[in-house]
């Protein structure tokens, strides 16, 4: 455990920021399956306001990789730990000012309701261009800081992030919800999550000035100059790795989203289960999230990250079999269980990615790498699979949702089976 102990700060570091980053995408994912519709969209049904309300929350999924190449940059030129500082602030900025917008019906009163939509959406924006460049940086904090041996165990520390900053946002979710009643947290309540996020940011922030830059970096920039243009060296040289890459990214997405903001979602609107119970079988079933993903990342060091994705992709398929007949049509104990095991696959799908994704690019061009095809992955697997969920499921085909887990676990499947070996330096 000495390896752990002498790089506490640095994984600490990777573990702070993402679950930072984690619970500011997940508030608006809660946020956006209880409230968004009826406060920012107007429609004529409860089923158009959360399509408008999941498509508002897919637009951080096209921001996402515009961020990655941005943030990329910097970090493959400048360095992880400002890029980090600087994509970390941006994402917690725009998170805090949701918690002052003006709904539909306040901007309706001055003849410009269209206003409120707007401000949501281009801050929706903003927390997507800090995401996109988040993750991959976190990744490589600790994965480039890596004893030998190691690298599967500390790249998957920014994943830990992940169950963390759900617990922190759906529990937060859910004492309001318990605590208040439904016009006050429709009134107000629904915006103290946003708030917070200021808090959880500083935390991050003051973690992260106090870290060095990693070694891999240091070496490579005495080696040689950056490249001037990382995205434009990345896509000549690497486009194969690119494309595994993105690929290999999407069933963890695809897992997740379904089974958290489209389960919440479905089960609260479309089968009636009381929020509260909906949310506490979640806040129960994410701990085998954090389970999976332990058990991921000492099997990949063990066994390589490889296998161990595989093995995640082809449980996900499995998975996507069941999924859509349970939660249409079981009860909330069925659907607990249902999510449960869902999640503890999605951790063999996202433990190893840190170290499988880092090892397919060189340091010069890594953060970008890392980076596009995280974020180019989260558009399928995180963007359009709850927006198609949502579409079935207001077409009364909910048990045909898990079809969407099945293809993404085939895709994944594929991306790990065409990645080629580790880039050489």
Not at 29 to 45: D, H, K, Q
Not at 159 to 170: D, Y
Not at 362 to 367: A, E, F, K, N, S
Request: with cysteine; hydrophobic share 55%; aromatic share 12%.
């Amino acid at each position: 455990m000495d390896e752990i102990r002498n790089n506490a700060r640095v994984l600490g570091a990777a573990l702070t920021g993402t679950t930072v980053e984690f619970y500011d995408f997940y508030v608006y994912a809660i946020a956006a399956a209880l409230v968004f519709g009826p406060l920012f969209f107007p429609a004529e049904s409860p089923q158009a306001q959360a399509m408008f309300a999941f498509m508002s929350f897919g637009l951080a999924f096209l921001a996402r990789p515009l961020g990655a190449i941005a943030f990329g940059h910097f970090g493959d030129r400048v360095g992880r730990k400002s890029t980090l500082v600087a994509s970390l602030l941006l994402m917690g900025g725009s998170t805090l000012l949701i918690a002052f917008l003006p709904t539909y019906a306040v901007m309706s009163g001055y003849g410009v309701g269209w206003v409120a939509p707007l401000l949501l959406c281009m801050l929706r924006f903003g927390q997507g261009l800090g995401l996109g460049g988040e993750w991959g940086g976190a990744a490589l904090l600790a994965v480039e800081n890596a004893p030998p041996g190691w690298e599967a165990r500390f790249g998957s520390a920014p994943q830990f992030g992940a169950p963390l900053g759900f617990l922190a946002a759906n529990g937060l979710f859910l004492l309001l919800g318990l605590g208040l009643s439904e016009a006050d947290f429709l009134a107000w309540g629904w915006r103290v999550p946003f708030l917070a996020s200021a808090l959880l940011v500083a935390v991050g922030l003051w973690v992260r000035l106090r870290i060095a830059e990693t070694p891999a970096f240091r070496a490579a920039r005495d080696r040689a100059p950056p490249p001037s243009v990382p995205f434009g060296t990345l896509l000549r040289e690497h486009p194969g790795a690119v494309l595994a890459g993105s690929a290999a990214v999407i069933a963890c997405f695809a897992i997740f989203y379904l089974s958290t903001a489209f389960a919440l979602s479905y089960a609260t609107t479309e089968r009636g289960f009381p929020r509260q119970d909906v949310q506490l079988a979640l806040l129960g079933a994410i701990g085998f999230l954090a389970l999976g993903i332990g058990i991921a990342a000492l099997a990949s060091d063990r066994f390589g990250a490889r296998p161990v994705l595989a093995w995640g992709a082809a449980a996900t398929v499995v998975l996507g079999l069941a999924f859509g007949p349970i939660l249409t049509h079981a009860g909330v104990t069925a659907i607990f269980a249902l999510l449960s095991a869902a999640l503890l696959v999605m951790g063999f799908v996202y433990g190893p990615l840190g170290g499988f994704l880092s090892a397919l690019y060189p340091v010069p061009v890594r953060y970008t790498g890392v980076s596009v095809a995280f974020t180019l992955g989260g558009i399928m697997g995180g963007a359009l699979t709850p927006i198609a969920a949502q579409a079935l499921g207001a077409a009364g085909q909910g048990d045909r949702v898990g079809w969407l887990l099945c293809a993404a676990g085939l895709l994944t499947l594929a991306g790990v089976a065409f990645a080629r070996p580790p880039a050489a330096e």
